[in-house]
């Protein structure tokens, strides 16, 4: 009993820290601010796995909490407050792709992806609400993701379990090799995703009662939903391989959604599933092919690949941007990304298969 009771807060604290991160989405930014929001992800995630090393964790989640919300708050405020960026980034970059993976492998024995993805999924559902008070009021925002963000991290979250450092398994070149292999694969689905959610065309050649930006939220919030069901009654390759199959949908809505307004509701839905989706494959396939003790690094490594992907779309945007057929420039390259990533993620799995029997 005590141990569900344990269970239960920790599902709460991950859902109520998550929440507020997910009204980041709505804040539209400017070219500058991405590019600083991105940096501030990608060095958020190194700095996290350093800490959790060095600073207790209610103290590192509670700085990262109030980071995130007040850097929200500021850059939602309209004016263009690079360090707000910067700090929002570099908190969401450990609140947001390692703190839920690492509780939910540490505290939970069985159900793990289904557990993570239904987290995720109320959590972004969540976030639209936190979004919609963004848009008419910061203040209102600012009070209440800082209410929930802090209750959750204070009171309900636990640190979760980790191995002692004296039981890490030493590497071998084969599982060196799977490492680098599953780095790509996340480096080319968020390239993919964030390029085709950039370049995609947002007018719709006629009159339409929904709009395509409402494809994409829908997708955002049953991303993780998806990517948990497939993972985890097909397998960990099916996950994977739908996240390619995506990418290539989403790429096929950025290069023809200007004459097929179909393929283009289904690109958007589809970029808002890969978008999502990572956020439970990029975990999942991590803790399948590294072991327990080596899960954190390696979580850390692929999400900074995943993040590096979604940074080098950003002048590839900004590149395409200056083009009449954007998509067309952009969807050969997304394209290329996808089957490359395809044939090094089957040739990890090869790998993970070769260390199962010699194990």
Do not use: Q
């Not at 930006?213 to 939903?225: C, E, M």
């Not at 990029?282 to 803790?287: F, N, R």
């Not at 690094?297 to 999400?303: D, K, T, V, W, Y």
């Amino acid at each position: 009993m005590l141990y569900l009771f344990y269970l239960t807060r920790n599902i709460i604290g991950l859902i109520l820290v998550l929440s507020p991160l997910a009204g980041l989405l709505y804040i539209d930014l400017t070219f500058s601010l991405s590019i600083i929001f991105m940096s501030g992800l990608l060095a958020g995630i190194p700095l996290w796995h350093y800490c959790s090393e060095h600073l207790n964790f209610r103290l590192r989640t509670s700085i990262a909490a109030v980071l995130a919300c007040a850097g929200s708050f500021f850059c939602a405020s309209g004016a263009e407050n690079l360090p707000a960026a910067f700090l929002a980034g570099l908190a969401a970059g450990g609140l947001a792709l390692n703190l839920p993976p690492c509780t939910v492998i540490g505290w939970f024995r069985a159900s793990k992806t289904l557990l993570l993805a239904a987290v995720w999924t109320v959590s972004l559902a969540l976030g639209t609400v936190y979004g919609l008070i963004m848009e008419r009021n910061t203040y209102l925002y600012l009070f209440l993701s800082a209410i929930s963000a802090l209750s959750g991290t204070l009171f309900f979250l636990e640190e979760p379990f980790v191995l002692p450092a004296a039981h890490i398994e030493p590497s071998t070149p084969v599982r060196r090799s799977c490492c680098l292999k599953t780095m790509f694969f996340a480096a080319a689905t968020g390239f993919a995703g964030f390029i085709s959610c950039l370049t995609m065309p947002e007018d719709v050649p006629f009159d339409f009662f929904v709009s395509p930006d409402s494809f994409f939220i829908a997708g955002i919030i049953l991303g993780p939903l998806t990517a948990g069901l497939i993972s985890d009654n097909k397998s960990v390759y099916s996950g994977c391989i739908l996240m390619i199959f995506l990418g290539e949908l989403a790429a096929a809505g950025t290069a023809h959604g200007n004459s097929l307004v179909s393929l283009l509701y289904a690109g958007r839905f589809a970029c808002g599933l890969l978008l999502s989706g990572m956020l439970v494959t990029i975990p999942v396939l991590t803790y399948y092919l590294s072991d327990a003790v080596s899960f954190r690094r390696h979580l850390a490594m692929n999400s900074a690949a995943a993040c590096g992907g979604m940074f080098a779309a950003l002048p590839a945007a900004f590149i395409a941007s200056s083009r009449d057929d954007s998509g067309l420039y952009t969807a050969p390259i997304v394209f290329i990304m996808l089957i490359l990533s395809f044939f090094t993620l089957f040739s990890a799995w090869k790998h993970r298969l070769f260390l199962l029997k010699s194990g």
